[in-house]
């Protein structure tokens, strides 16, 4: 067995893939192509459910299944209205891995999907929430530092790697997210105890990919420094930062949050409907740019690790450079 085969092992078994290198899920981008042709690589895709209906997804799922041969997985969102009927969808296509993220998982919704056999995997914001988690009986985490494209937290992936992979790394399998865009950086955190990794960025301009190639073309463009935090500008409306390329629509992000603080202001929203108003705007800003091509009003989500994106090529391809820089760190370094 290769050094890389060792300390990816538990996060294969997990995911039954030949590489724990995980494709995060992106709302539009993550679709039946790149997923399957992620897992049909050796990798594991992941289905983004975002603000799918439950018809949605299940077709999405089944014509996923129609293109993979291998294992992937669904990523729901846990403030969706439908959580649990997305979890019946997944539980009726014997899905075997479900990503909960945007929060901590709702009561009952580890027990439903645990129930229909299939393995839950939550994001690990903190040490202390990474361990209610492990308590709770979630099979695996996901630790996404700041670097990362789309929603984000306020800690960077470094950080976050060194907060909880000495603790809870021997507990759990621990995937670490955000600013990997090479295989050095996949080999020292397994080192540091990971037992896999999961990017984003990284797979957008994948050939496989169907977004669209004006949005390929900005990534490809794109250098770390212009993929920016989105910036609160009320402090009565919080909103979760997002990391996008800069464009006109970063501008009207702003007047949108003007717009709903006023719309709060003056009781037309509660807090709740006036965090899904932002919510469902960045899906539709995220839209636009992947599907329509409209780079400069849409949503460029991107993480820093952009600027290591520099050729559309397969998703083989990518996962065959991304492992073998991985092992050539593994084999000098030792
Ligand atoms: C365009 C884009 C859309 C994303 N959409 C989602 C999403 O819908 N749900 C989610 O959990 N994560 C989403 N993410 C985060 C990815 O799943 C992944 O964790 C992240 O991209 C990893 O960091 P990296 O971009 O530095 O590789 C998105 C990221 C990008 C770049």
Redesign the pocket.
């Known amino acids: 067995m290769s050094k890389i085969d060792d300390l990816m092992a538990r996060g294969t078994d997990l995911l039954g893939s030949d590489y724990a290198i995980?494709?995060?899920?992106?709302?539009?981008?993550?679709e039946r192509h790149l997923v399957s042709a992620i897992s049909n690589a050796g990798g594991f895709g992941?289905i983004?459910?975002?603000a799918m209906t439950p018809e949605l997804l299940d077709a999405e799922i089944a014509a996923t299944k129609a293109l993979a041969t291998r294992n992937f997985g669904v990523?729901l969102?846990t403030m969706h209205p439908q959580l649990f009927d997305l979890i019946d969808i997944c539980a009726k296509h014997g899905i075997g891995h479900v990503?909960l993220?945007?929060g901590l998982p709702p009561k009952g919704s580890l027990e439903a999907i645990k129930a229909s056999g299939a393995k839950v995997i939550c994001?690990a914001p903190t040490l202390a929430l990474g361990k209610k988690l492990v308590r709770s009986g979630v099979d695996a985490l996901?630790i996404?530092?700041m670097?990362?494209?789309?929603?984000i937290g306020p800690v960077s992936?470094s950080v976050l790697a060194q907060e909880i992979l000495p603790t809870l790394g021997s507990e759990v399998p621990i995937f670490v997210?955000?600013?990997?865009?090479r295989g050095e950086a996949i080999a020292a955190y397994l080192e540091m105890g990971a037992s896999g990794v999961?990017?984003?960025?990284?797979?957008?301009c994948a050939t496989e990919s169907i977004?669209h190639p004006n949005f390929k073309k900005a990534f490809l463009r794109a250098s770390a420094r212009e993929a920016v935090a989105s910036v609160q500008i009320d402090p009565r409306l919080p909103v979760i930062p997002v990391?996008?390329l800069k464009n006109a629509g970063t501008e009207a992000f702003t007047a949108k949050q003007r717009e709903v603080a006023n719309k709060l202001d003056t009781g037309e929203v509660d807090m709740m409907a006036a965090q899904l108003e932002i919510e469902h705007y960045w899906a539709g800003a995220?839209r636009r740019a992947?599907i329509d091509g409209d780079v400069e009003n849409g949503?460029?989500?991107?993480?820093?690790?952009?600027g290591m994106v520099s050729a559309e090529e397969g998703v083989a391809d990518i996962i065959a450079t991304l492992v073998q820089q991985a092992e050539m760190a593994l084999h000098t370094r030792n």
């Open positions: 995980l494709c995060g899920a992106m709302s539009w981008v993550s992941v983004a459910c975002g990523n969102i990503v993220a945007g994001f996901v996404e530092g670097e990362a494209g789309g929603h992936t997210a955000g600013g990997i865009g999961q990017l984003g960025t990284r797979f957008v977004a990391r996008a995220l992947v949503s460029l989500m991107a993480g820093q690790s952009v």
